[in-house]
């Protein structure tokens, strides 16, 4: 199938996702579209909100993580572990091409993807939301990677917010994109456990890689016409950006951020 991937650009995660699904996938990767982040506009807006939420302290050393992380994409041979800091790098590894959409809805992007007559959409953690021009464009619809077994933790870090409400997993699902927010129907899901005493970090590691996993199974499934999609049941929680509150709870489980 001819598939479009959307994303956002990233240091740590990200990347790490977008490898395993370029290097396992047997399908053809038109091109891979990194989004602007409408949450977190501008870097000195996302420190204060992310202050907020957690503090000076993760702040700082999140810094520098992310200076770290740009300085080894920046110099590549200075970097010996393998790995990418930037969906850019993975796509010039592999040869795939790589642009930035401002707004994934705007009439000249929804012409970018009726010129590249794509199969599918594939969207993994983008942000803005997609709308209905966009979503009813491919032949097989869009499809999204979210990080939670759904209909619990639909929007923003499900991740965080498992671990800060004391889950001893955190669920994986693979969705159609409909016009609500993570209410489409499921076609995959799975979970992984949340070790005792672990990083943020190391989970968001984990269900990325098991979300691209479980992508490429979709995939093949949308591709065979097997897919036995169904919608959620039971009542859905919704959650937003990390809250100091909820940031105490999630310590109080005995987890730090990195």
């Known amino acids: ?128 939301i997609f709308k209905e021009n966009l979503i009813s464009l491919p032949k097989h619809g869009c499809i999204n990677v979210h990080t939670a077994k759904l209909p619990k933790y639909r929007g923003l870090y499900p991740a965080y917010w498992a671990m800060a409400s004391g889950e001893k997993t955190v669920g994986i699902s693979i969705h159609y994109i409909e016009k609500g927010i993570d209410t489409g129907k499921i076609i995959l899901q799975d979970e992984v456990e949340i070790p005792p005493h672990t990083t943020l970090d190391y989970v968001l590691k984990t269900t990325k890689l098991k979300g691209a996993e479980l992508l490429i199974k979709a995939i093949k499934q949308i591709a065979k016409g097997t897919t036995q999609a169904f919608y959620a049941e039971g009542e859905g929680t919704y959650f937003s950006f990390p809250t100091l509150e909820s940031y105490k709870k999630f310590k109080k489980h005995g987890y730090k951020l990195w």
């Open 1 to 128: 199938m001819r598939i479009l991937i959307i994303t956002e650009e990233d240091e740590f995660y990200l990347p790490f996702s977008i490898d395993h699904l370029l290097k396992n996938s047997g399908d053809e990767i038109l091109e891979v579209v990194c989004t602007r982040n409408p949450l977190l506009p501008g870097k000195l807006k996302a420190a204060r909100k992310f202050y907020t939420a957690f503090g000076l302290g993760p702040i700082l050393s999140q810094g520098f993580r992310v200076a770290g992380a740009k300085i080894l994409d920046a110099l590549p041979w200075l970097n010996f572990t393998c790995r990418y800091y930037s969906v850019k790098r993975v796509c010039e590894a592999y040869n795939i091409p790589n642009s930035y959409a401002e707004n994934i809805n705007a009439a000249d992007f929804i012409q970018h993807c009726q010129e590249l007559d794509i199969d599918l959409i594939a969207s993994v953690s983008p942000t803005q």
